[in-house]
């Protein structure tokens, strides 16, 4: 279960515009193929912004399965 941020190793943060109504088999097809990352590396979180300025999504692997972050 995550607790605080202190775990993570690396923070990708996408920039411009992601379609927040993808989830997480979207999301790590974006990490794949767009920006050419590992969607299953530990300790990584990935952050993705929509066009409202107010919502944040965020795919961390936890090594079982994804956790799914909505902010």
């Not at 974006?30 to 530990?42: E, G, M, S």
């Amino acid at each position: 279960m995550l607790n605080d941020g202190t775990g993570f190793k690396k923070v990708y943060l996408a920039t411009g515009f992601t379609d927040l109504r993808r989830g997480i088999d979207g999301l790590a097809r974006v990490i794949r193929f767009q920006f050419q990352l590992d969607p299953y590396d530990k300790n990584t979180l990935f952050l993705f912004c929509g066009k409202r300025t107010d919502r944040i999504k965020g795919l961390i692997w936890e090594g079982d399965g994804f956790l799914l972050l909505l902010e």
